[in-house]
Each structure stands twice: as C-alpha cells, then as structure tokens.
C-alpha cells in the first residue's frame, strides 16, 4: 500500500522545478559540481582567492598521515568477521582549522584520518563564495581523500538582497525576513529555543524549505560541495524530490531530527522510497540515528533497511557528544561493538573526544567569522583530539576482528 497523501502539492513541486531549472537544471547543476571537485580548478581558485599556501602547507604534510596497514601489520592481525566500521568526525570549521587538524595528524604519525568529515557550519555568501570553503573542501577531500565531506546549510543564515528576490522572483515566495544588516536578508524564526538559534536552524516552516534547497545548491554548483547535512522533515522530503535527478548530490540526516525509534525510520524510509531515484537508490545517503537509540533498535533499524531494498545508504550513531548536546559523559562505544558483532555495518561518529576539553562544545560551531578564525589554532586542536580518539577506538575494533574505513590517504595502495 502507498502513501495515502502526496508529500507535495503541485504548486510546492513547481516551485522546486523553477528553482532547480534557474541553476540551469539538474544536468548542469551535476557538470558543475563535477567541475568544482576537480583538485586543479580547486587549486587555481583558491590561490586566486588568496589561499594557495595553505594548500601547499597541506600538500607537505600529506607525506607524514599514518597507514592502515602498517598498523595492521604491526598487530598481526586479520579481519574474520562482518560489520563494518566507517570512521567520521564532526566540526571542521573551514580552511585553518581543518589544516591545523592535518599539522596535527601528521606530527604524531600514528592517527589515522577519518572516512568522512562534518562540518556545522552556516554556509554564508561570503564562506561560500570567498574562496576558503573551496580550500577546505580541497584539503579534506582533494588531499587527504575522505569519503564524504558533509556541509550544513543554516535557513536562519543572512544573505543578500539580491539572493532573496532572485529566489522570491523564481518561486513566486514571500518570506518573512528581517534586516540583521544593510542590504541583508534573513528568515525570522520563531522558535528560538536554544542558545545556538533554534539548534543551528531546524525550523524550516511554511515554505522555507526553497531557502534550504537554493543554498545547498548554490554551494554545490560554486564549490563542488556534494554532501549536505538536513535536520527537517519538511526539507529531508524536499531534497529527496529536488534531487531525484541529481544523482552526485546526497544527503544527510542529522541526529536531530530524532530518528530515535524504528517507527521514525520507518517513516524517513517511506519518503525516500517515494522520492527514489531511477535505479532505486536515494538522495540520502546517512542517516545519524538518534542519541537515545539503543543498540537493539538500531539493529533492528539496520535490518529493516536491508528489507526496505534502497541500496548504499548507511547508518551512524554518536559514540561521543559535546557535553551541550545531550547526556553527561555519553558514551556509545560498547553499544557500536554490539552492533558490529551483530554482522551489521554502523558509523560512528565523533561529535566529540569525550573530555569536556575547552571549545569542544556545540557552541564553537557557531562562532562568529572573527572569533572562528581567531582561535583556528585551538579549534584545529580539537578536531585533532576528535580525530585521535576516532582512530582509537577504530583500531580496536579492527583488533575485534571487523574491518573499519578511513580516507584514502590513509590507505597505502590509494
């Protein structure tokens, strides 16, 4: 039995067509994302931008990242059972900070660089199009050769005038905005209910989801960024739909949204089901189960997305969590290993070291761009730290015997 209601009317899927076709349509919006991931055109904007040593800085330290199998070698071991750990660390707050991560890396030649990479950033006009989210991406996904880099579009973010009334032009929306300053726009949000803003901006209410889409589109088509984190039912629906024909944009579910049972992830499964992409697969690509989750649901949230028949996606779970997130020296580590010896592939993810350590908090995501830059180098240490506890734990779990995945630089043979 299908869905008894449409997810959208058809004035909402116009909306989303007309935004889609004004970048061009989905077969332009692939050809440029694939342009901007090419590590040449990376390379030449950002030193046109001003950036270009630091890619040289992060080039030189690539030599000294540590390998997977000198380590497999030195502990003689081998890998016998299913389950598969992919490693992921979250807060890569742009360009210094990811390269003061690298430095970092690469000095103690023992920590291994994770699979995929988070960043909670708000993807303002001037990140996005100044040149440093291009070198960040160059260094995360050009140098070291993480998986997936994951950027986050923020509805509440200010931007242009010109942004919104080409975007109200296209849609034929009205939004209700504010002036933060002059010749700024931003969506006014009602519930504030948190010190970061509404939890970095999951209201995403009446038709704020076309904000949602243009900035991870824009982004996408100016730096090759491919990978979005999404924390709202109303725009998870709509990047399904928007994305359907984009097949080199995906998706990720934050924990946010509070997929905390198998009936939540139930009905996540039944809008990626209607929204699914010619040859099954979905725009969305992870799915961050919720903090609350017990390791018997996720389990079992795993095997139904086996029977669901939607293929390549995966499923990730905090095993920490900044102390501001949740429970007081959370830990989900011995719950992950029940997962893996269960023969079930999980990510695990690292919002955190676990140590309460200064600027390990969710508020350090939400910095302003002169305080972020300012204390880069301390920010640079903390992911570092994430880093070295992720690389931890994935070597004993590699010791268990199931296999666990990293960035390519990382791996000898890639």
């Not at 055109?41 to 330290?61: N, Q, S």
């Not at 970092?104 to 291994?112: I, N, P, S, V």
């Not at 973010?157 to 931003?186: C, H, I, Q």
Request: some cysteine.
């Amino acid at each position: 039995m299908g869905m008894h209601f449409d997810l959208f009317s058809q004035k909402e899927m116009k909306q989303m067509d007309k935004l889609k076709e004004s970048y061009g349509g989905a077969a332009e919006i692939m050809k440029s994302i694939e342009k901007m991931r090419n590590y040449d055109e990376r390379k030449k904007v950002a030193a046109e931008k001003g950036f270009g040593d630091m890619l040289e800085k992060a080039e030189g330290y690539a030599g000294s990242l540590a390998k997977v199998e000198d380590f497999i070698e030195a502990e003689k071991f081998t890998f016998s059972k299913a389950g598969v750990a992919t490693t992921q660390v979250s807060g890569f707050q742009g360009a210094p900070i990811t390269l003061r991560g690298m430095q970092r890396m690469a000095e103690d030649g023992e920590t291994l660089v994770p699979a995929e990479f988070i960043s909670v950033m708000a993807l303002s006009e001037d990140y996005v199009l100044n040149g440093e989210l291009l070198t960040t991406l160059a260094m995360a996904e050009n140098i070291m050769k993480c998986k997936k880099y994951c950027n986050t579009n923020l509805v509440g973010t200010p931007l242009s005038d010109e942004t919104y009334e080409r975007l109200e032009k296209v849609t034929g929306e009205k939004f209700e905005t504010f002036v933060p300053n002059k010749g700024m726009r931003a969506l006014i949000l009602k519930n504030m209910g948190t010190p970061f803003g509404n939890l970095g901006g999951v209201e995403v209410a009446n038709n704020n989801h076309l904000v949602y889409l243009d900035g991870i589109t824009r982004c996408a088509v100016n730096t090759g960024g491919n990978f979005y984190l999404n924390p709202s039912w109303s725009s998870i629906a709509a990047a399904c739909y928007y994305a359907r024909d984009i097949s080199n944009l995906s998706f990720k579910i934050s924990m946010l949204l509070s997929t905390q049972s198998p009936m939540q992830f139930r009905m996540l499964l039944n809008i990626m089901k209607e929204y699914s992409r010619k040859d099954g697969t979905s725009a969305i690509y992870e799915i961050n189960l919720g903090n609350g989750m017990s390791p018997e649901c996720f389990i079992q949230c795993s095997e139904e997305l086996k029977i669901s028949g939607i293929p390549g996606v995966s499923l990730a779970a905090h095993l920490r969590i900044n102390p501001d997130l949740g429970l007081k020296d959370f830990d989900w580590t011995k719950n992950a290993h029940k997962v893996l010896e269960s023969g079930n592939n999980i990510t695990i993810k690292y919002e955190s070291d676990g140590t309460s350590r200064p600027l390990d908090t969710m508020e350090a995501y939400f910095l302003s761009k002169e305080d972020r830059l300012a204390q880069a180098q301390q920010i640079g240490d903390v992911i570092y730290y994430k880093c070295v506890r992720c690389s931890r734990d994935a070597k004993d779990i590699m010791k268990m015997g199931h296999r666990a995945t990293f960035a390519d630089i990382s791996h000898r043979n890639k």
